[in-house]
């Protein structure tokens, strides 16, 4: 099983719905996927079309106890282990549990026969969730827009992989992801000039075509389902190519 966590301590750069395109491009690829919501905001739950979580079916038995992982809700073809506002308590609750961070990793190595890969959604911050899902990946995958937030947050995402790979120094930045770019504007045209000059390796840029991803989320719907052949459709899909590729994920994904 390959785990790949989907990171960045920014907010509103396209991670939840790239986690949960790509989950699904892999599942109608042959994958067997597994996606966790680390996020206590749930917006890859609830983008799912998943309702009525239970803490105790989150993330949080395994972030404060150690435990194994709950069982999954089963979902357009993906297991998923949901979040629920109240995942939020687990990080004060981590910093009491030596080794705290790792215990989700430790999980995942129970149920690695079961899955070809385990997408995680990453909370949009530095605390004890997101260091917990980034030290469960064998790669990071971090989205960036082509905005002035994403240049912004470039220290704080350098900084942030320097402590991981102190922490793990076999955990690596599979790619980059240039996300929300509209080439008719300079101003994302400057900026990707930016990413592709300090960021390796660097995806093919994401358009941005925003209308259908929000109906898809609405819809509860992974874009594949919701627009099937649309523009965005065939984004996910090179996108999902290309993260394969870079982590070594033998599955042929359509284009």
């Not at 980034?134 to 989205?143: E, G, N, T, W």
């Not at 350098?158 to 120094?169: D, E, G, I, V």
């Not at 870079?246 to 042929?252: E, K, N, R, S």
Request: aromatic content about 6%; charged content about 15%.
């Amino acid at each position: 099983m390959k785990t790949l966590t989907f990171f960045n301590h920014a907010g509103g750069v396209g991670k939840t719905s790239i986690t949960r395109d790509v989950g699904a491009e892999l599942a109608q690829a042959g994958a067997r996927v597994l996606l966790i919501d680390l996020d206590p905001q749930a917006n890859l739950t609830g983008w799912l079309g998943v309702s009525g979580v239970q803490v105790a079916g989150t993330a949080y038995p395994v972030a404060v106890e150690g435990a194994d992982l709950p069982e999954p809700v089963r979902v357009h073809g993906l297991d998923l282990i949901p979040s629920h506002v109240d995942l939020a308590l687990a990080e004060s609750q981590m910093l009491g549990q030596v080794g705290a961070v790792l215990f989700l990793r430790q999980a995942l190595a129970k149920v690695a026969d079961q899955y070809d890969v385990c997408l995680i959604d990453s909370p949009p911050s530095l605390g004890q969730l997101s260091v917990m899902g980034a030290l469960a990946a064998d790669h990071l995958i971090v989205p960036v827009p082509t905005r002035q937030k994403g240049v912004d947050a470039m220290p704080g995402l350098q900084k942030a992989m320097s402590t991981y790979h102190r922490l793990r120094p076999d955990l690596t930045v599979a790619l980059y992801v240039p996300t929300f770019y509209d080439a008719r504007r300079l101003h994302d045209q400057e900026l990707l000039t930016q990413l592709q000059a300090n960021l390796r390796p660097l995806a093919t840029p994401v358009p941005q075509r925003e209308a259908k991803w929000l109906d898809s989320t609405t819809a509860g719907e992974p874009i594949g389902v919701y627009a099937p052949g649309s523009p965005v459709h065939q984004d996910v899909q090179r996108l999902t190519r290309e993260i394969a590729a870079a982590v070594g994920l033998p599955f042929t994904v359509s284009a």
